[in-house]
């Protein structure tokens, strides 16, 4: 299973980023599926998901980027996107997408995912 992550750049505070992450090797459709992200010198941090549909396929987003994120799906195409608007220096970091099934209560937990793409950097300047 390969996870391929793309999108990232360096962009000025304000503006929109679209990531996306294709996924290869296991059909998705039944996965939950996130996002996290990791800042330099900081830990790995849950950003956004979409539950499998067993769980009632709910986005759910990490406060700080509530109103501005959104993680879609495409199961079609087996591929998860995150678009990122009115983004801030706070916002730099790599982003990783990630696969599984983790029961409903530990979504926000990267101890629960399978798979993990290998990072796209996003670098937002002031």
């Known amino acids: 299973v390969q996870l391929q992550a793309f999108g990232g750049e360096l962009v000025q505070a304000g503006a929109s980023l679209a990531l996306s992450c294709v996924v290869s090797?296991?059909?998705?459709?039944?996965?939950?599926v996130a996002w996290f992200r990791q800042a330099p010198g900081k830990e790995r941090e849950f950003v956004a998901v979409?539950?499998?549909?067993?769980?009632?396929?709910?986005?759910f987003y990490t406060d700080s980027v509530k109103g501005r994120f959104t993680i879609s799906r495409d199961n079609a195409k087996n591929a998860v996107y995150l678009q990122m608007n009115s983004l801030q220096p706070e916002d730099t970091a790599v982003y990783f997408c990630?696969?599984?099934?983790?029961?409903?209560?530990?979504?926000?937990?990267?101890?629960?995912?399978?798979?993990w793409g290998q990072g796209t950097q996003v670098t937002v300047s002031s």
């Open positions: 090797g296991r059909t998705t459709r039944s996965d939950t």
């Open positions: 979409i539950t499998r549909p067993s769980n009632g396929g709910t986005s």
């Open positions: 990630a696969v599984g099934r983790p029961i409903l209560s530990n979504v926000r937990a990267s101890s629960g995912y399978y798979y």
